[in-house]
């Protein structure tokens, strides 16, 4: 298995589930690059290096929730943008608003819910969601259905919420 | 009978089999209801893509760093190598052995160059010192570097950054293609033109060739650069496609519509949107 290939290939993709997951860019970073030591001692074949990464990267997220008692923090943290050229006072605010309606929203599913999303927002087929969470495959697309639009009720009442308060 | 929001939901996914998804369509051409329903289902999915796309912060730069951190957490805990490592098989034994004789070496010189630590420039610990530079000859190996620390958080990476290609393209990935540009110089002209072609691609000119391209399943992300020309072609087959500039959508495509989300001009068919100089 080349290394380099599959980290380039799956790393990003982690690291972009793990944000939006925890909402805390250092903590997603570290838990990715956790997961991926802990990738180079296993013996996997390689298709099934990503669910497996996927699977370790979310219970490692769960663990430091639990053992930290911070779960509710990490959710509400909002990420610093990395930008070469630092953004103006009002894009800044504006952006951490935007930010902070989407981090709310998402907050307002249960963790199954948030991660059957965000691994249908990295191409995993319902086959894999469904072994991820141990349910049937069949009801994957109804789970998926509902929380979108549990989300999007979510997202609209908060925004909603900040034009009213602008 | 009408398909349930879950089969609707499948459907949108391409996950149905092909029965399954040839009675939904013939369901869905006499059934404006279920039409309705699978719009607000499509719409409610484009939300939700648009709406974490805006909480993203992976720059190709920290998945850089990344790599060589990772290797290096790996190297500082394992005593072994680890399984997925890739070394010639017919020279791992060799090296194994040469690495535990060089281990029995060491131990001998530390114990007794203890000993002798108490008598500085004495005889034992020159000729000590001596025997240490000569096994390191002898196995042909160099005096071990100092541990890398234990944690490592990513900086700078140590390696040069990779190369930069003319230009990459993806196919969609279940009809949904993005194109993320972060850290665009001000300045930076990006050029937005929707193509006879079943692949989106990006193209970069001038100083914006400085770029750096990574790609993922039906995704294109752009970092960095000069404030030249990144040229973007997307695929009017795809469903949905959207291009964001520094977590801003700009552009976006779908149903065959295509919508412009942020001020731009038009060139020679092409939809420019230029960042602040």
Known sequence: MDIDALFQTLYPSLLRYLQRLTGDADAAE?????????????DLPEQEARPWLFAVGTNLVRDRARKQERRHRLLQAVPVLPSPVGPRPDEAVERKQEVQLVRVALAKLAPRDQRLLLMREEGFSYEEMARAIGVAPSSIGTLIARALKRFVGAYRINEAGNDASE | MHPSEGELQAFLDGELPADERARVAAHLAECGDCRAELAQLRAAGEIFSAAVHRIDTVTAAAV???????????????SGRPALQILPPSGA???????AFLRAAVLVLLVAGAASAAVPGSPIRRFLVGLWHETTHLFGVRPAAPPPPARIRVAPAPRPAPSLPSGVSVLPENGRVSVVVQGAAPGLRVHVRVLDTDRASVEADGPATSAHFRT????????GGGPGDLRIGLPRSAEHATVEVDGKPVFARNAGRSHRLAPADTTGGDTVFQTRP
């Open chain 1, 30 to 42: 570290d838990i990715a690059q956790e997961a991926f030591v802990r990738l180079l001692t296993q």
């Open chain 2, 64 to 78: 850089t760093a990344a790599h060589t951190a990772v290797l290096h957490r790996a190297g500082s805990r394992r």
């Open chain 2, 93 to 99: 034994r060799a090296v194994a052995v040469r690495r």
């Open chain 2, 216 to 223: 993922g399943p039906g995704r294109i992300e752009v970092s």
